[in-house]
């Protein structure tokens, strides 16, 4: 049987990838799509032209935008590159403290976030050290300074060099700062 045109190919390829990406098999996500397994196979290797409806089902399967069947990752695809002291300056802000930091990169997808920053404390300004809770992971590198790092109930001395990487489900944060200033970079991830 010849491929249709290269629309249905990139359909098809895209389709293929989302449901690896999810370790799905061709049975797991007929089974969700409502859709036979013949029907996958053949839409994933450009031998059909599916309908809208069949898109539907197979995104909503997939937990994706419909469109996003419709976007080849080799084609279209976000990359950030921060040259050495630069980033994208952004501002912190919570009730008693603010700090400024550069913000390395920030992806987003279906299946959740990421986003690295640099960021520098000073102690004179620090004031209340704000405290996160979230979904996903974080991890941080220090690069300069000493300060207390609280990971739920336990404390830990940070110091240049030094990492940390925890469940963000703990509530997290600077607890203290014990030099004049610290400087990190964090990296953290969040499922949608």
């Given at each position: 049987?010849?491929?249709k ?17 999810r ?5 797991d996500?007929?089974a969700?799509?409502?859709i ?34 419709f976007?080849?990752?080799?084609a279209?695809?976000?990359v ?9 300056p ?7 403290h ?12 279906p ?5 690295s ?9 620090s ?11 974080v ?16 404390d830990?001395?940070?110091?240049a060099?030094?990492t940390?990487?925890?469940?963000a489900k703990?509530p ?6 014990l ?6 970079i964090?990296?953290?991830s969040?499922?949608q």
């Amino acid at each position: 049987m010849e491929k249709k045109n290269c629309t249905e190919t990139e359909v098809g390829l895209t389709l293929q990838r989302l449901r690896l990406e999810r370790d799905l098999k061709l049975g797991d996500l007929a089974a969700r799509a409502q859709i036979s397994t013949a029907m996958i196979s053949r839409i994933e290797n450009g031998h059909v032209s599916p309908s809208l409806a069949t898109l539907k089902s197979l995104a909503d399967a997939l937990d994706v935008p419909l469109m996003a069947l419709f976007a080849r990752s080799d084609a279209a695809a976000d990359v950030h590159h921060a040259r050495a002291g630069d980033g994208l300056p952004a501002r912190r802000i919570t009730q008693g403290h603010t700090h400024d930091y550069l913000l390395l990169g920030k992806h987003s997808a279906p299946r959740g976030t990421f986003q690295s920053a640099r960021i520098c404390i000073s102690k004179e300004q620090s004031g209340n050290l704000p405290s996160y809770q979230h979904e996903g992971h974080v991890f941080i590198y220090m690069i300069e300074g000493k300060a207390i790092y609280r990971c739920g109930s336990e404390d830990f001395e940070m110091s240049a060099g030094d990492t940390l990487s925890f469940d963000a489900k703990l509530p997290h944060g600077f607890h203290q700062i014990l030099s004049d200033k610290i400087e990190f970079i964090t990296v953290s991830s969040r499922p949608q």
